[in-house]
């Protein structure tokens, strides 16, 4: 039987996969998990993004927090970054956040916080799923005065503004940026906090309507961003995720900077003011090569792990590293916040830009990105993980490898969110990585399914 946690909380299609069911059961068993051992009544508090399921869900996750006895604090919209923040600040037992990121606005997700804000271990939920599919058994119901109650607090987004303008108090008077807010979380946090620090803002797709998350904008759709920055005349466009726990850039130029390329610029400077802890920067196994070149460069050592931010947290947390993250535009300032935080890395990245009064097209400049080609293979969700079983695409990879060896490389790996099989190459030659990676993934959707 699959897991039900994936890399980023439990996902699917509200209302099919993530049911009022299983919502309710999760709010049981997360809080039941998370607070067992606590002499008071737990309080536990609640986000979600702007997807129309969120507030369905949301109700049944609070039933089931109330029915083990624990208070549940309703925040309505937050980016996840501000619930990890919340949780910690207000030191309450645990937080939850119902989104699904960038998915379509059909999926949501349901993600636990502990007390210190961090992402439950896979030890953790392991033990809220295995009470799911016990029935529950042994844990107590009470009823009369032991049952939690529900409060709700809608002005908490303030104090998450006022951190952000603390963290990083950039001045960015005389800055024009556009921003793309994924009509999702980012909406008023993001406008609020950069309008505050001084910039002349742009800010587009700030109007969420439950249906339009994501749809066409934020991070997984630029065109329209690069466009407008060109338009503008801006210094820079950044885009969000439909919950602000990742960001994108969009140079002067109308060019795209990636999640690598930011950890770049901001690690470079932090080595520079001596503040990058080991003189490393956390990546993945998805990391350009380009991005552990520019290590080599500037006397940094780049770190990989498995692709998800909950592996390039646990490696941080383990190692005492301070930054870290993904190519797709998660980062972690450890030092700041305990999860990817979009909104941090923007202002991150703007403290640099003012600093050092380059123009984000030449930062950028401090690593060559090599040309990568992503295919995604549509695959049962159940067998995602065993496409190395089959020989015809076991051959294929190995054949890629051999052919690659040396001026780039070949990453076959499952989605830890969706029924997919990502395909990814990288070489100096586009058009060649691209047909490759294309033709890899049709070979995998063809024998899986």
Known sequence: MARMFGTDGVRGVAGKELTIELAMKLGQAGAYVLTKEKAHQPTIIVGCDTRISGGMLANALMAGICSVGANAVYMGVMPTPAIAYLTRKHKVDAGVVISASHNPMEFNGIKFFNGEGYKLSDELEDEIEQLINNGMKDVPLPIGSGIGNISYRFDAREEYVFFMKQTVPVDLSGMKLVIDCAEGASHYTAVETLKGLGANLVAIHTN???????????????????????????????????????????????????????????????????????????????????????????????????????????????????????????????????????????????????????????????????????????VPNHKKENFMDYPEIAHAVGELEKKFAGEGRVLIRPSGTEPLVRVMIEGKNQDEISKDAEELANLIMKIML
């Open 208 to 378: 969420p309507d439950g249906t339009n998350i994501n749809a066409n904008c934020g991070s997984t759709h630029m065109d329209e961003l690069r466009a407008r920055v060109v338009y503008e005349k801006a210094d820079l466009g950044i885009a969000f995720d439909g919950d602000a726990d990742r960001m994108l850039a969009v140079d002067e130029k109308g060019n795209i900077v990636d999640g690598d390329q930011v950890m770049a610029i901001i690690g470079n400077d932090m080595k520079q003011m001596g503040t990058l802890k080991k003189d490393t920067i956390v990546g993945t196994v998805m990391s350009n090569l380009g991005f552990t070149l520019m290590g080599k460069a500037c006397g940094i050592h780049i770190e990989q792990t498995k692709v998800g931010d909950r592996y390039v947290l646990e490696n941080m947390r383990e190692n005492g590293y301070n930054i870290g993250g993904e190519q797709s535009g998660h980062i972690i300032f450890l030092d700041e916040n305990t999860t990817g935080d979009g909104l941090l890395s923007a202002l991150h990245l703007l403290e640099v830009i003012v600093k050092t009064k380059k123009p984000l097209s030449e930062l950028a400049g401090i690593m060559e990105v090599l040309p990568q080609a992503l295919v995604n293979a549509k």
